[in-house]
């Protein structure tokens, strides 16, 4: 449980604005607040089935754009270049002189705030 | 004309996956093989009126995307970044040793490639 809300999580991240607003009510209650779904079913004024099958509705849409725009795919190769890029720069810390380290330092961390 | 040609085609690449099939070929008919409207409408058998409003809610649902995920201005700064990177790497390409440099660049080259 604990890694499919991480992972709904992220989609939600990245595409939850393209969930209805009553999608986004729903997979916020249940995976951000952690409510049950008969919790959710209460605050919503539905059944708990009905929760179910917009949770999973909701859920199998994030995964569908996932697919089709591959965003936490890319975030995640971004980040990795990242770090491999700070790596490099501790590494090099020394040899190089201090301005052109800042400047370095300031897109890793343009690209990390961004990404 | 051109300036939205290149807008719907850069939004195309990155939102054209969203789009149904119909959508998609009309958009390439017209936006990428430069066919008219009228030659469009043969090609998919409808009418002059049927493709310029096809295209209009095309390239409407492209720009409700760009709102909701923002990714052709994230490219876009991401891609500053990178030109940065690069600009700071060529300065102190002379203050550093080959091997540093080497991954420096194949990263940067991954940034771009992936961007």
Do not use: P, W
């Not at 209805?20 to 059944?47: K, N, P, W």
């Not at 700070?86 to 990404?115: F, H, P, W, Y």
């Amino acid at each position: 449980m604990l890694e499919r809300t991480v992972r709904v999580g992220i989609l939600f991240d990245f595409y939850g604005e393209l969930l209805t607003d009553r999608q986004q009510e729903m997979v916020r209650l249940y995976f951000y607040h952690d409510l049950s779904l008969g919790e959710v079913a209460e605050e919503c004024e539905i059944s708990r089935q009905a929760v179910y099958d917009n949770l999973q509705r909701a859920e199998k849409i994030l995964e569908d754009y996932e697919k089709k725009l591959g965003l936490v795919a890319r975030y995640k190769y971004i980040q990795q270049q990242v770090d491999d890029l700070t790596e490099v720069v501790d590494r090099i810390a020394q040899e190089i002189g201090d301005e052109s380290l800042e400047k370095l330092q300031q897109i890793i961390d343009n690209l990390s705030a961004e990404n």
